[in-house]
């Protein structure tokens, strides 16, 4: 199976930019649908992005299209999330996540191999 781990959280002031990756081990990623998600204090987990195995395909929530990127390095193993124009609303724990089905979600049920998470605080 895959482990992941996420870094690049960190505190900003809006309209700020940030990058997370997400670095796999145990299993290359080019086997898995990759996603991001987050969750915010006293809410429940989102859909944030996800990408198919081939880069070829993105999804993204409504709340982030147009302001952040997801992307994958099949080679590196690794996962992005390019985040541009950053909100408040934008704060909270992003965790990245896989699952072997070609699904991009963005159903949390759907993602097998979870991260434990990066805080991304935006303050205003």
């Known amino acids: 199976q895959v482990q992941l781990v996420e870094s690049g959280g960190g505190l900003l002031q809006t309209g700020g930019s940030l990058r997370l990756s997400c670095a796999a081990s145990?299993?290359?990623?080019?086997?898995?649908?990759m996603a991001w998600f987050r969750q915010a204090p006293g809410k429940e987990r989102e859909f944030v992005a996800s990408?198919?195995?081939?880069?070829?395909?993105?999804a993204y929530s409504d709340s982030v299209k147009g302001r952040f990127t997801i992307s994958r390095d099949n080679v590196k193993n690794t996962v992005a999330l390019q985040m541009n124009s950053l909100k408040p609303e934008d704060t909270a724990v992003y965790y990245c996540?896989?699952?072997?089905?070609?699904?991009?979600?963005?159903?949390?049920?759907?993602?097998?191999?979870w991260g434990q998470g990066t805080q991304v605080t935006v303050s205003s």
């Open positions: 996540a896989a699952h072997q089905g070609y699904a991009l979600g963005p159903t949390a049920d759907l993602f097998d191999y």
């Open positions: 145990g299993r290359t990623v080019s086997s898995y649908t």
């Open positions: 990408i198919v195995r081939s880069g070829g395909r993105t």
